[in-house]
């Protein structure tokens, strides 16, 4: 089946750092990667939808200048937490759609293991 | 916003019994996909029905979908421990790309 992953799994920083996450297609290609956060016992909130080699589509409430998100091949997004306080420590997991019209669906998407980011 | 109302929020059941989850949901919808997550792990995909469908199975799992009462339920028959996890429902918004979540329902098994 299709695979994504994300590095790092886990990352502690301190409190106005940088921190870049990465998303990768293993064994496919995909247009569409979509960034989400989850807080403890909480459910998934998308944040961006990134298309590559567009600008990434963000929901309300995100900060766009906060959390840069950069697509920049068929494998691969990136997103970085800018300036990251303590309120950003959260699990951010990364989606990526394929539309090889795989069993389930056209449009299926598959989550990555996610991030877990501490911020001190 | 999320669009994804679950119910119940939690549910405890004893090994063997069937555990059941609704959702309901908003606007029209392309699919609906059921995903089970364990405690601080990623998401595994369980199923996807779409708008056309009204049941699926996949092995011990069955859903249903009413795209007239926008709701849809997923089933669990023969529980085992390894079930205990949480399961959130997204759907695939008309027009749009994106899945949107319910809130999920935390299941737990009890041996």
């Known amino acids: 089946g299709a695979v994504v992953s994300q590095h790092p799994s886990r990352v502690i920083c301190k409190s106005g750092t940088s921190v870049k996450i990465e998303c990768r297609s293993l064994?496919?290609?995909?247009?569409?990667m979509f960034w989400y956060r989850q807080f403890p016992k909480q459910s998934l909130m998308l944040m961006a939808t990134?298309?590559?080699?567009?600008?990434?589509?963000?929901e309300q409430g995100v900060e766009k200048d906060k959390f840069l998100i950069n697509h920049a091949s068929l494998t691969l997004s990136t997103l970085t937490v800018t300036s990251a306080h303590p309120e950003d420590s959260s699990f951010y997991i990364c989606s990526a759609r394929t539309t090889s019209g795989l069993a389930g669906g056209r449009y299926e998407q598959y989550f990555g293991p996610g991030t877990r980011l501490t911020v001190t | 916003s999320q669009q994804g109302e679950e119910d119940p929020q939690a549910l405890s059941i004893q090994e063997g019994e069937n555990a059941t989850m609704n959702c309901s949901y908003k606007?029209?919808?392309?699919?609906l996909q059921w995903y089970r997550q364990n405690s601080g792990r990623g998401l595994v995909h369980l199923i996807l029905i779409r708008s056309n469908e009204r049941e699926k199975h996949s092995g011990r799992l069955r859903v249903t979908l009413d795209t007239s009462k926008k709701s849809s339920s997923l089933l669990i028959t023969a529980s085992r421990a390894a079930d205990t996890a949480s399961y959130f429902c997204a759907t695939g918004i008309q027009g749009a790309q994106k899945l949107v979540f319910g809130q999920g329902t935390r299941l737990t098994i009890n041996p």
């Open positions: 606007t029209s919808i392309n699919n």
């Open positions: 990134s298309n590559e080699g567009s600008k990434a589509t963000y």
């Open positions: 064994d496919f290609q995909a247009t569409t």
